[in-house]
């Protein structure tokens, strides 16, 4: 027996993720050959490539919601695949084909020629998608770095941009002590329980905070460890401060990609991982998420009211967001964690909103785009459609009601009601407070701001438009009819906990 034939059903479970790594080679392949070619000229094909890459995402989105098995482990319990998994994957590929979709016009008018960025942002959610699927710390660990790498990559894509240089080197720099944190606190409970299995530490450490077991010191600082090196990973505080420059430094494509994709498969990570092998250590990990999720919103909050640039505002913002989520997961209860996925799924869909506008805010009568808040000034006047659109995204965000941004808010903060929180469900509602006003801020320039000229913008791309207009129906009419996103969040929250 070959170890094709032994591990047969275990391909057949990994198939989306073999394709897109032969689709990647496939492509890096062809991309070389044509570009290099002096037969065709040296033609430039990022475009094309990027066409094949989106397509490629999308067929992966076919792949996994057509997967044959419903519940499995793979690779000797070092990979699971169940609903979650699938659907979060599914999300996964879905944002990556839609970053990819909005960053045609950006590619022609910043004349970028190095096809492989798309090829990396194809290959990075291969990493995530592994990530998603661990069953074993060390496979979490592989997943992370082969996704962080190409991230890495991505930040500093703009070669002769020193902001781009500066972006990238920060990324790596950070990325990398956080991943020694990571993997010191998987060795700290490696060598403490002697396993590093998912399955085999819930067994282990059962009953931990609830019996008389004795749970060692270092077991808890392992955790705490792993913790803190996935609070980095989400761009909680205070493990933020890379994220304003990194999103300010880098390409505009390349900073919606980081505020939209990694963030998914990390917060996937951290609800099985802690809700499910770390359960029972509940006592030592819960204050730390706790912690970092009121830092997360009151820096955030406070700190975007003194931004000016767009980038760096929608930095902040991401921060205060992820500040929200740990809120459920901080609950550990069944009701939290479905409130974490709702907000992770509307959080997905505004913030996508936010940077396809960023995107399409090319000037009409001279070169470049939006940077600052002053740029949008009269933008109601010149483009009412753009106005509203963003408007309501912002609107979302700031939790009014009764957009999608209100109803995630609201499940976020009755979960944590009903677990006894209600210091953090207070200090919540305040944060949204003070966000509501810097949100509010950007409408009053859009609308009521004087000014010597209008500002006009060139027509947005036809895919750009779509997903644009896509977001804003998402938005406008979730609190109509969201029993099924409600009953799918449920779901998977009770199939990740029970």
């Known amino acids: 027996m070959n170890v094709t034939t032994f591990f047969e059903n275990n391909l057949k479970v990994i198939l989306p993720e073999l394709f897109l790594l032969l689709a990647v080679s496939t492509l890096l392949l062809v991309g070389v050959q044509y570009s290099t070619s002096v037969k065709h000229g040296y033609p430039i094909v990022v475009k094309p490539i990027a066409w094949m890459s989106a397509f490629s995402a999308l067929l992966g989105v076919l792949l996994v919601l057509n997967n044959p098995f419903e519940s499995t482990l793979?690779?000797?319990?070092?990979?699971?695949?169940?609903?979650?998994t699938n659907l979060v994957k599914a999300i996964l590929l879905m944002t990556t084909a839609s970053c990819l979709l909005i960053s045609f016009e950006y590619i022609k008018k910043n004349n970028v020629h190095a096809f492989e960025f798309s090829l990396l942002m194809l290959f990075s959610i291969v990493g995530s998608m592994v990530v998603v699927s661990s069953y074993d710390l060390i496979t979490l660990y592989l997943g992370i770095e082969m996704s962080s790498l190409c991230l890495y990559a991505l930040a500093a894509f703009t070669r002769k941009s020193a902001f781009s240089t500066e972006a990238g080197l920060k990324y790596f720099i950070l990325g990398a002590f956080a991943s020694g944190i990571l993997l010191f606190g998987i060795s700290l409970i490696y060598g403490l329980t002697g396993t590093t299995n998912f399955e085999d530490l819930a067994n282990i450490l059962l009953g931990g905070y609830e019996s008389d077991v004795i749970v060692p010191n270092g077991l808890t600082v392992g955790v705490i460890f792993v913790a803190a090196a996935l609070l980095f990973k989400?761009?909680?505080?205070?493990?933020?401060?890379?994220?304003?420059?990194?999103?300010?430094?880098?390409?505009?494509?390349?900073?919606?990609?980081?505020?939209?994709?990694?963030?998914?498969?990390?917060?996937?990570?951290?609800?099985?991982?802690?809700?499910?092998?770390?359960?029972d250590l509940m006592g030592a990990w819960q204050q730390v998420i706790m912690i970092s999720a009121v830092l997360s919103m009151v820096v955030a909050a406070f700190t975007a009211l003194t931004?000016?640039?767009?980038?760096?505002?929608?930095?902040?913002?991401?921060?205060?967001?992820?500040?929200?989520?740990?809120?459920?997961?901080?609950?550990g209860t069944v009701e939290g964690v479905q409130g974490l996925l709702l907000y992770t799924l509307i959080y997905v869909i505004m913030t996508l909103s936010a940077w396809t506008f960023v995107l399409s805010s090319e000037y009409h009568s001279k070169e470049g785009r939006a940077v600052y808040f002053t740029d949008l000034v009269g933008l109601g006047k010149s483009n009412p459609l753009i106005a509203i659109t963003l408007t309501c995204t912002l609107l979302s965000m700031a939790g009014v009601p009764p957009l999608a941004g209100f109803f995630s808010k609201m499940y976020v903060f009755f979960s944590a009601m009903e677990g006894g929180m209600y210091f953090v469900a207070f200090i919540g509602v305040m944060a949204s407070v003070v966000g509501a006003f810097y949100y509010l801020r950007l409408i009053k320039i859009m609308y009521f701001e004087k000014a010597e000229s209008f500002t006009s913008f060139k027509v947005m791309t036809r895919e750009q438009s779509i997903i644009l207009g896509v977001t804003f129906i998402f938005i406008i009419f979730l609190s109509l009819e969201p029993t099924p996103l409600l009953m799918l969040t449920q779901k998977m929250a009770l199939v990740l906990i029970l």
């Open 74 to 84: 793979l690779f000797n319990n070092l990979l699971v695949h169940d609903t979650f």
């Open 234 to 279: 989400s761009t909680a505080a205070p493990f933020h401060m890379w994220a304003p420059d990194v999103y300010e430094g880098a390409p505009t494509i390349i900073s919606t990609f980081f505020a939209v994709v990694p963030k998914i498969a990390i917060l996937g990570l951290f609800i099985r991982l802690f809700m499910h092998s770390f359960h």
């Open 307 to 331: 931004q000016r640039k767009i980038k760096r505002f929608l930095a902040y913002s991401s921060v205060g967001h992820v500040g929200y989520l740990l809120i459920g997961l901080g609950t």
